[in-house]
T-cell receptor
Framework: GAGVSQSPRYKVAKRGQDVALRCDPI?????LFWYQQALGQGPEFLTY????????KSGLPSDRFFAERPEGSVSTLKIQRTQQEDSAVYLC???????????FGSGTRLTVV | AQKVTQAQTEISVVEKEDVTLDCVYE???????LFWYKQPPSGELVFLIR??????QNEISGRYSWNFQKSTSSFNFTITASQVVDSAVYFC???????????FGTGTKLQVIP
């Protein structure tokens, strides 16, 4: 596609509910990243894929967070048993080659109530 | 460890004024990359520029210019003749060479008043 597409745009979850956030990167982009952005803060790194391989997941805050990219294109970020502190905007980004500037999606705003 | 500091939380300027957004970084790596991103109210982060640590030449792109000084670990961004459409949050970011993880600053919110 022309840009990075994320869905849903907004998600309200009850505490304890599981959620799945989807990212469609730009076609052909090798690298895919997930970031978490709390209100008034800069994005914080969560995880990174190169094709289907998850090369860095050091930013995932707990084992309730899980990301996958099984065919090297679409990625899903799953959060189990959501907590209020998970409320944030989740940003996906992709890049054609290692080291390029990222192209970001518009994000998914998750609110846990 | 990497760190990016944007000390200016919010800046307001009147249209057509020049404005400089400050960025100071910390890294132990000798090879690294610096970035600026713009985040308008719509929320999507827009890539503006990437510089590598070996290239201290300043860059100008239209009304935008960047001043990279390794001696002071700074990578400042100047908007000349600001316009209302420049109103956004601007993030400075750092990526060490050989790694993909990018560390962002906390952002500077720029408001350009007509």
């Amino acid at each position: 596609g022309a840009g990075v597409s994320q869905s849903p745009r907004y998600k309200v979850a009850k505490r304890g509910q599981d959620v799945a956030l989807r990212c469609d990167p730009i076609s052909g982009h090798v690298s895919l990243f997930w970031y978490q952005q709390a209100l008034g803060q800069g994005p914080e790194f969560l995880t990174y894929f190169q094709n289907e391989a998850q090369l860095d997941k050091s930013g995932l805050p707990s084992d309730r967070f899980f990301a996958e990219r099984p065919e090297g294109s679409v990625s899903t970020l799953k959060i189990q048993r959501t907590q209020q502190e998970d409320s944030a905007v989740y940003l996906c980004a992709s890049s054609l080659a290692i080291g390029d500037g990222y192209t970001f999606g518009s994000g998914t705003r998750l609110t846990v109530v | 460890a990497q760190k990016v500091t944007q000390a200016q939380t919010e800046i307001s300027v009147v249209e057509k004024e020049d404005v400089t957004l400050d960025c100071v970084y910390e890294t132990r790596d000798t090879t690294y990359y610096l970035f600026w991103y713009k985040q308008p109210p719509s929320g999507e982060l827009v890539f503006l520029i990437r510089r590598n640590s070996f290239d201290e030449q300043n860059e100008i792109s239209g009304r935008y210019s960047w001043n990279f000084q390794k001696s002071t670990s700074s990578f400042n961004f100047t908007i000349t003749a600001s316009q209302v459409v420049d109103s956004a949050v601007y993030f400075c970011a750092l990526r060490p060479g050989g790694y993909q993880k990018v560390t962002f600053g906390t952002g500077t919110k720029l408001q350009v008043i007509p």
